[in-house]
């Protein structure tokens, strides 16, 4: 059987990964990208995400570096395939795969 490994991922301490009142204008939900804060100055994050080195080093950056070993795919928003930004211009596209992923 096939397993799925989930890494580099974030949740609080109640078991979620975004904040409360999610929606298209707030996709993270309510205070959803501070749950976050603590990896973006990383090493590994500034590394993997904007191709420098810099970064802060400690528990945080060790944390992250495991976090990030071994990654086989990415699954991730629209942005990871193009730089498409602001609003979707047609809420009813589903994805280029059609009606059935």
């Known amino acids: 059987m096939t ?4 890494e580099s991922f974030t949740i609080s301490l109640d078991g979620y990964g975004a904040g409360p009142d999610q929606s298209l ?3 993270l939900g309510v ?7 603590w990896a973006f100055p990383t090493r590994t994050f500034q590394r993997a995400l904007f191709g420098n080195e810099n970064g ?3 528990i945080d950056e060790d944390f992250a570096s495991r976090g990030f070993r071994n990654i ?3 699954i991730l928003g629209r942005n990871m395939f193009g ?5 979707w211009p047609d809420l009813n ?3 280029w795969w059609g009606d059935s992923p």
Do not use: I, M, Y
Not at 31 to 37: F, K, P, R, V
């Open 56 to 58: 802060t080093t400690g």
């Open 83 to 87: 730089p498409v930004r602001g609003p």
């Open 72 to 74: 086989g795919a990415w």
């Open 93 to 95: 596209w589903k994805g």
């Open 31 to 37: 205070g959803g990208t501070e749950l976050h804060q």
């Open 25 to 27: 204008s707030n996709p």
């Open 3 to 6: 397993r799925v490994r989930v």
